[in-house]
């Protein structure tokens, strides 16, 4: 399964519209076609699931019980900010306006690869919260736990 890592810059246009970086454009070509789920858990940045993987997460979703509040609040969030987008012709996706309202992005984004999904976010924030928080020791603990 294809994974998406690293960073690109990128522009938004004055409709909201998201030049995919090529970085991973060709990748998601291939491996996944045009279809995308454009959402957000908290209106800053936008994140961006082939919908190919957001059906994954999907079934995984609804085999939890229906009164699940974790699951019930995902949801909520996922669905408020979130909706089915196309690639066009020239590699552009239309973030979804009530997004586009709450993360108030300038035309200067960054878009990271994040395995699963692509997270566009405003690149000077992210830049300066990358310098001022540190990857400390006891995040690196919490990553080995993970990963053993």
Do not use: C
Not at 54 to 59: C, D, H, K, S
């Amino acid at each position: 399964m294809d994974r998406f890592r690293g960073s690109a810059p990128a522009r938004l246009d004055e409709k909201g519209r998201l030049k995919v970086p090529n970085l991973f454009r060709q990748q998601i070509e291939e491996a996944f076609g045009p279809e995308f789920f454009v959402t957000s858990l908290h209106g800053k940045e936008v994140l961006l699931y082939p919908l190919a993987m957001w059906r994954a997460l999907e079934e995984k979703l609804a085999a939890l019980p229906a009164i699940h509040r974790a699951k019930n609040k995902f949801l909520e969030r996922v669905n408020f900010f979130g909706q089915d987008a196309s690639l066009d012709g020239q590699g552009r996706l239309l973030v979804p306006q009530i997004l586009r309202d709450t993360a108030k992005l300038p035309s200067d984004v960054v878009v990271t690869g994040n395995i699963d999904h692509l997270v566009v976010s405003d690149r000077n924030a992210l830049a300066s919260r990358l310098a001022s928080e540190d990857f400390t020791d006891e995040d690196y603990d919490a990553i080995s736990k993970l990963l053993t």
